[in-house]
């Protein structure tokens, strides 16, 4: 039970950050309204062709939900922490305002 809930929290956390309905998900990552619902609701036990493309689509790891742990950050990703930890929480609210902003503008490309 413990992959099925965080796939479907992981899955419905990234669809909504993306402001995306379950339809539009389903749409986009070519899998049916019914996967999107039955992940989200802890009900599936999707087979690897039908998940792939929807974690593909959303970029999320499968290694992270089936192995229930988040690798260690990149350079890059340390170096943005490094960054951020001298900031103030309403600076943080900014930064991750704008990278969200940006993140959706590539996105669309």
Do not use: W
């Not at 039970?1 to 339809?23: A, N, Y």
């Not at 990552?29 to 959303?58: C, F």
């Not at 930890?85 to 305002?97: R, T």
């Amino acid at each position: 039970m413990m992959v099925k809930k965080l796939l479907g929290d992981t899955v419905k956390e990234e669809r909504l950050r993306r402001k995306l309905s379950q339809i539009t998900l389903a749409e986009k990552a070519q899998v049916s309204l019914r996967t999107i619902s039955d992940i989200e609701t802890y009900r599936a036990n999707p087979q690897l062709d039908t998940l792939v493309p929807l974690i593909k689509y959303l970029n999320i790891s499968l290694d992270a939900i089936i192995f229930s742990e988040e690798s260690p950050p990149d350079h890059t990703m340390r170096q943005i922490m490094g960054e951020l930890d001298q900031c103030s929480g309403k600076e943080k609210l900014v930064a991750l305002s704008i990278l969200r902003g940006y993140l959706s503008a590539i996105q669309k490309q």
